[in-house]
């Protein structure tokens, strides 16, 4: 969800939650722009961030943030090779397996890993707004999309242009984790893309 905020000339404002910021805030402006002799509507905020402004008693977009730079989301099944491909994009890559890494052993424990997913996106976050790396990888299963909606919207915040990367395991590789073959093809059953 996207916070909009209209703010009118009056001083009066007003905030909505929603899925689609960007044909909320067309609704608006098409809305004041035809079918008011002036804009009642001085601004218009999606989180935080100017998208809309009146000028000349017309209420016009303003342009949108600079590309800061990309964030690579690689998905796949576990053993697909999703940690080879992020490392070979950029030296700057997270996946929540790394939080399992104790001594250089991989030390998986199930009860921690939504905390080894709320690292791996703050780790992304800190990536973005404390060192402004231009290229950023985050290697994790990702089958369902709102396993990546934190990450998009993080990137949306902090200017930088989402690609999803699906590797497919096509070399025979086998996961290093012992996942077994019932949770691998319930992972397959889910995994969600999005062509268009």
């Known amino acids: 969800m996207y916070k909009v905020e209209t703010v009118y000339k009056n001083g009066s404002t007003y905030s909505y939650d929603v899925d ?12 004041q722009n035809t079918t008011l002799e002036e804009v009642q509507v001085d601004k218009i905020f999606v ?38 491909i992020a490392q070979q994009l950029t030296q ?3 996946e929540a397996d790394m939080f399992f890494m104790k001594d250089g052993k991989y030390d998986f424990d199930a009860a921690k890993l939504p905390q080894a997913h709320k690292w791996c996106l703050q780790r992304t976050k800190d990536f973005m707004t404390l060192w402004g790396y231009e290229k950023i990888a985050v290697s994790n299963t990702f089958t369902e999309e709102w396993e990546m909606a934190e990450y998009v919207n993080l990137a949306k915040k902090n200017g930088y242009k989402v690609h999803t990367i699906v590797v497919e395991n096509r070399h025979g590789s086998e996961s290093i984790h012992n996942v077994p073959e019932a949770t691998m093809q319930a992972m397959e059953d889910r995994f969600d893309i999005k062509l268009y």
């Not at 689609?20 to 809305?31: C, F, G, Q, T």
């Not at 998208?51 to 099944?77: C, F, Q, S």
């Open 47 to 84: 989180d935080n961030h100017l998208e809309a402004e009146a000028y000349k008693g017309k209420l016009y977009r303003t342009p949108p943030p600079p590309i800061k730079g990309d964030l690579n989301l690689v998905r796949g099944l576990p053993g697909s090779g999703k940690t080879t």
């Open 20 to 31: 689609y910021p960007r044909s909320y805030v067309n609704a608006i402006i098409d809305n």
């Open 92 to 94: 700057h890559y997270v």
